[in-house]
Every structure is written in C-alpha cells, then in structure tokens.
C-alpha cells in the first residue's frame, strides 16, 4: 500500500511540475511584456518632447534662412536704386532706361525687418502648431 501511495504521490509531483513549467513560463512572458509596454509609453514622452525641441529648433532655422534672405533682397534693391540713380545721374532718361529693361526702383521700405504680409508667400513660416490648430504644422 505505501508503494502505492508513493507512486500516486510521485505521479502526481511530476504532473504538477509538468503543469507549473508552462504556466510559470507564461507569467514570465507577460510580466516581460508589461514592463516593454510601459517603457515604450515612456519612450513616447520623450520623442515628443524630442520632436518639439527639433521644432523650435527649426522654426529658428527657418526664422533666421528668411531674415537673411530678406536682407539679401533688400541689400540688391539699395545696390539697384543706387545704380539706376548714378545712370540717370550720368544723362540716362528715365525712358530710355525703360526701353532697355531697366525700370524706376521701388521706393525704400520703411521697416525692412516687418515686411507688410498682403501676400501669403512673405508670410512668416511657422512650424510650431497654433493655437488654433493643434494637428497641422504649416
């Protein structure tokens, strides 16, 4: 009788363990899984504040590729106005400039830096979302 409950007793130690081998194995793949979820919600934190310093750090690119543009044009309007000005100052007429391509400049801008914004191309670029618009980036 003792071989007997012996045999039951090693009979069922071996299924238990048989049982507890995939079980265990499976709560360990899901506690690894939870904490690889919760380290990539934390990586999402981190890109997006990533993102927005690339933003800001661009929006700075852009501000500052427009400015010296801006300046470069302006730079080439004093260049022509002062060398329209010395053509006519040589005894070129005004009109004969203009039969050869060479029109009157345009008056100075007052505020060089402020470009008046009536057309949608000299508008400032902005990266950043608005306020009023929080899903595209213009």
Sequence with gaps: MAALKGA??????AARERLAGP?????GQLGVAA???QAAAAGVDDAQQQAQAHLRQAQLEADSMLTQAR????AADDDYRQAH???LTAG??????ADMGYHPPAPPKQNRNQPAHTDP??????????????TRVA
Excluded at 8 to 13: F, G, H, P
Excluded at 92 to 97: D, E, G, Q
């Design 92 to 97: 070129w007429s005004p009109a004969a400039l």
């Design 121 to 134: 191309a000299s508008a400032p670029v902005t990266l950043m979302p608005t306020a009023n618009d929080q």
């Design 35 to 37: 904490a690889q979820q």
């Design 8 to 13: 039951r007793r090693a009979a069922e130690k």
């Design 23 to 27: 079980l265990i194995n499976a709560a």
């Design 71 to 74: 300046d470069h044009v302006s």
């Design 85 to 87: 000005h010395a053509a």
